[in-house]
């Protein structure tokens, strides 16, 4: 099973969408650039997004441009340029450019504990580091408990009761993606700044770049050329289901919380932000390191949403590989911008479909710039399931289990980590080769037998075969290992 919680007034248990980007794997064959339009459109086609907006920055240069879809189905409004979405939790990477600029100007220090500059927070609040309110690691109680609506209506409520809540976890014990944390440095950057922080961002940051487009605001505005939102989530008995007719999407940030996701733009105005992130129109390139390195936790481990984010640096996600390493703000599970600050590529992906999750296929759009990124190539994998990747592209996957005897008899100490397969096996269906996958699954059950995900995606693979006597098999075996495993359980009520 794969799990990504990072919205930020939805947080669904996503189950893996097994038919995600069939199409991209085979157009992965192509290098050009040109062929990041089919790729768009096969993901566009695949997860139902009606509306897109494209942006590459390569050298420095933005050098791509696209828009695809509609911005507002219900009237056919094409997207244009023009066209201004909702960045959501995207706005938290401005938000750390805006404290490392305090920073700069030495009114900040991010390793220095809140109640400096906070006083009037609760007293088991003082100690918590500006640091660990940018990396999620604070355990303060999130103000957003379980999704519970912050509006204009009942904020100043919110805010008293979160107040009277004990902490979490021992600061710096864990990663919780928390709202409390962004509502936090808000404040922060008003009483530093001394003006509201959206207005700080828009002095130091927008205007600096150029970015008339970009704005502070939620549904309650009125936007020119606002593209409308959208999704395919229903609720039935309080639990997110994806269902099969799109609906309107009414997203409500009210002000105390706009530091978490409140901003709206465009993918053009976000690749000049970009550009001048990297060029030193905003910080220096010392800052630039402390705002991209992801926070540790007390043990000295780097926590992060899961997937490919591994880490969460300040206010940017980060995705920490030995090859392409990115920082990778992500929004509202509708929106991403991945920054490879090695190979001087940026990808910026901008819809109006909460659940299309940009990030799942950024990485295939880079290799046409960067071809030894190609997820078919095995790109991702660790080097020891890479070399098995290869292996198996020749042989065929029928060969996997003969190939790892072989490798152990080589190697006794050969080992194949149950996450890193796991993933392997997602990637694979993400470039719609499901019967690899099942294999790759299959392994990983015999594996690790004791593990409810092991048993949770083959039955997910099973499910997207058309084998609903072994989906149901599988899938009975992993809520009896975990019996809080709704996907397990909500596919074993179907009739």
Same mark, same amino acid.
């Given at each position: ?46 997860? *139902? ?58 009114? +900040? ?30 355990? /303060? ?116 919380? *706009? ?31 402390? +705002? ?52 001087? /590529? ?91 996958? /099942? ?57």
């Amino acid at each position: 099973m794969k799990s990504y919680r990072y919205s930020f007034c939805f947080r669904p248990i996503i189950v893996a969408l097994l038919l995600l980007l069939g199409s991209l794997g085979a157009s992965q064959a192509q290098s050009a650039p040109d062929s990041v339009d089919q790729l768009v459109r096969s993901a566009m086609q695949q997860l *139902r997004i009606p509306g897109l907006q494209l942006a590459v920055v390569r050298h420095g240069q933005i050098v791509k441009l696209g828009n695809y879809g509609v911005a507002n189905v219900q009237d056919s409004v094409p997207v244009t340029t023009q066209t201004r979405f909702f960045l959501n939790s995207i706005t938290k990477a401005f938000v750390g450019v805006a404290v490392m600029q305090l920073v700069e100007a030495g009114k +900040l220090d991010v390793g220095a504990p809140v109640g400096r500059y906070l006083p009037e927070l609760p007293a088991t609040w003082h100690p918590v580091t500006v640091r660990q309110l940018l990396t999620h690691t604070s355990g /303060l109680p999130d103000i957003m408990p379980e999704d519970a609506l912050v509006t204009e209506n009942n904020e100043k409520a919110a805010w008293a009761q979160v107040q009277t809540q004990p902490l979490d976890f021992a600061p710096g014990q864990q990663f919780a993606y928390n709202q409390t944390n962004y509502l936090l440095l808000g404040r922060l950057i008003d009483k530093l700044s001394g003006q509201p922080f959206a207005e700080f961002i828009r002095q130091r940051q927008l205007q600096v770049v150029g970015m008339p487009r970009t704005t502070s605001g939620d549904a309650h505005d009125v936007l020119t050329h606002g593209a409308r939102g959208y999704t395919f989530t229903r609720y039935s008995d309080g639990q997110p289901r994806r269902g099969k007719e799109l609906r309107n999407l009414f997203e409500v940030f009210p002000p105390s919380l *706009r530091a978490a996701a409140g901003m709206s733009s465009t993918a053009e105005e976000m690749a000049r932000w970009l550009v001048a992130l990297q060029q030193g129109k905003l910080l220096q390139p010392a800052s630039l390191t402390t +705002l991209w390195t992801a926070g540790r936790l007390n043990d000295g481990s780097e926590r992060g949403f899961g997937g490919k984010l591994t880490g969460y640096a300040l206010g940017w996600p980060t995705v920490t590989r030995p090859e392409h390493p990115a920082v990778a703000p992500v929004g509202g599970g509708r929106s991403a911008v991945f920054l490879y600050p090695k190979d001087e /590529l940026a990808i910026v992906v901008l819809t109006n479909l909460q659940g299309a999750s940009p990030e799942r296929f950024i990485d295939a759009l880079a290799s046409c710039y960067l071809p030894d990124m190609r997820v078919a190539d095995g790109f991702g994998l660790p080097p020891t399931l890479r070399a098995l990747h290869r292996t198996l592209r020749q042989r065929g996957f029928a060969h996997l289990e003969e190939e790892v005897k072989k490798a152990r008899r080589k190697d006794a100490t050969y080992a194949l980590p149950e996450d890193a397969v796991n993933a392997w096996g997602y990637s694979l269906v993400e470039q719609d080769k499901l019967t690899d996958a /099942l294999a790759v699954f299959q392994l990983n059950v015999r594996l690790y037998p004791t593990s409810a995900n092991t048993y949770d995606s083959l039955a997910e693979t099973y499910a997207a075969l058309g084998n609903k006597k072994l989906a149901t098999q599988h899938y009975a075996r992993a809520l009896a290992l975990n019996p809080n495993n709704r996907t397990a359980a909500a596919y074993l009520k179907q009739p």
